[in-house]
């Protein structure tokens, strides 16, 4: 079996070999790359969906922006945060296949479920059970796609991967909005589950498990141990909270955009829910997959710009997503969002790049899981809910235009995101470096 050195694009490092070994049955590599995409899309739109459902549901439920934002922050986010350790733990020790089928299935189950809720309580608990089912997905997919492209393509194999979120973005927000003016938003949610239960199928019958490259020959270390490594490692400390302040911002935009615009600009809510998903989903993902085309060459010169992209992008985006919640002109609003979308699409797949570049072969799924941690407890739980509460608490003042403004001013989190994926890139290098020497050392003479 072709090892990768962990340090292909270490400056001076020596080119990684291009043989991968094959899957011994079941769909080939970049056929599974295309059902891990379609996952993480579908799990995207079981996620965002309640967001474009938003002003229904404050007028069946009665509810605030506050509620708005806990029934996508503390109501799903943290209980994803918190069960994305366990099944992470699991996808390092068990089959990540059937993690996946098992988890795709359990969380359409959960969506299906909330058609049938009657209470805003209600709503929530389906929310957290599709929550604990999407937790488990993305740490066994990211080390699925290091072991399949462990040669010099997995930044782009992580990059096509994480558009998928974009593209779920558009299709839970536009095909959303769409249906919602012709269906309730109960019928919408059975809808949206019946994709999962097909993908969980394939996924259980047709994909193979590949081998784990590197040492495999040392379990996973225990949790302590673990948690220890990753302290340790200074770059993957600082591109996590350089993530999270990243997702921080961006978060309430996707939580509450169609909402702004329904609001401010008067939208209706199909309008809204297709304007903010296409531009989410083609910018996004667009800006994705480049990342990854860009990251590749360049970081076989230096590592390092896997966390100098992000940087650069999230400069960019700090003006231009703060002032797209505060003009006046919707089509100004939208074509600042579009280029902001094309520079936040970068942001993640170069994270999940960098992690998994300096994870041990046994710890890449729970490197990943605990950076999703920090990203949705900081990002996706503290992102809305404090746009929210800022909405609530400003409405008295600004009236509609509350919500932009509160979009703008946690949009300024962007900088600080730069700062700290400027500051991880400083040690990138020689994380790497570690990482080549225990496998050097574990590698058989």
Same mark, same amino acid.
């Given at each position: 079996m072709d090892r990768q050195s962990p340090v292909s694009g270490l400056k001076g490092a020596a080119a990684p070999p291009r043989a991968v070994a094959p899957l011994r049955r079941g769909f080939g590599r970049w056929t599974v790359l295309a059902l891990l995409v379609l996952t993480t899309a579908v799990n995207l739109i079981d996620r965002q969906l309640p967001f474009i459902m938003a002003e229904p549901l404050k007028h069946e439920f009665g509810l605030s922006d506050t509620q708005i934002a806990l029934l996508g922050g503390l109501g799903f986010s943290l209980v994803y945060a918190l069960a994305a350790l366990p099944l992470a733990r699991l996808a390092d020790r068990w089959s990540r296949r059937w993690v996946t089928a098992a988890c795709v299935f359990a969380w359409s189950l959960c969506t299906a479920s909330g058609a049938f809720a009657r209470t805003f309580p209600t709503l929530v608990a389906t929310r957290s059970?599709? &929550?604990?089912?999407?937790?488990? &997905? &993305?740490? &066994?997919? @990211?080390? +699925?796609?290091?072991? +399949?492209? @462990?040669?010099?393509r997995r930044p782009l194999a992580l990059a096509i991967n994480t558009g998928g979120i974009t593209l779920g973005i558009m299709l839970g927000m536009g095909v959303g909005g769409l249906l919602l003016e012709r269906f309730s938003w109960r019928t919408v949610l059975l809808l949206a589950a019946i994709p999962g239960f097909l993908l969980a199928l394939l996924f259980a019958f047709f994909v193979a498990e590949p081998p784990r490259i590197g040492d495999t020959t040392a379990k996973p270390p225990p949790l302590g141990a673990a948690l220890s490594k990753l302290w340790k490692q200074r770059s993957f400390v600082w591109l996590a909270m350089g993530a999270a302040c990243t997702i921080f911002s961006a978060a309430g935009g996707t939580t509450f955009g169609a909402s702004f615009f329904i609001r401010v600009h008067h939208l209706s809510i199909g309008e809204a829910g297709l304007v903010i998903g296409v531009i989410a989903g083609v910018a996004g993902t667009f800006g994705a997959i480049v990342s990854g085309v860009i990251v590749t060459p360049l970081s076989r010169r230096d590592a390092r710009w896997a966390l100098w992209l992000p940087a650069l992008a999230c400069a960019f985006n700090f003006p231009l997503y703060g002032a797209a919640w505060l003009v006046g002109d919707a089509k100004l609003a939208l074509a600042l969002l579009l280029a902001a979308h094309l520079f936040s699409g970068c942001c993640l797949p170069m994270s999940y790049a960098a992690t998994q570049a300096i994870a041990e072969p046994r710890m890449r799924a729970f490197s990943s899981a605990v950076s999703q941690l920090v990203v949705n407890i900081f990002g996706n739980v503290a992102g809305p809910l404090a746009v929210g509460m800022l909405s609530d608490h400003l409405q008295a003042a600004f009236g509609a235009r509350s919500i932009g403004l509160s979009l703008s001013i946690c949009g300024s989190l962007f900088l600080v995101g730069g700062l700290c994926y400027w500051r991880g890139a400083a040690f990138h290098r020689q994380d790497l470096e570690s990482r080549r020497r225990l496998d050097a050392a574990a590698a058989p003479l």
């Open positions: 059970g599709v &929550a604990i089912g999407e937790a488990g &997905a &993305a740490p &066994a997919a @990211h080390s +699925l796609i290091s072991d +399949l492209f @462990h040669d010099g």
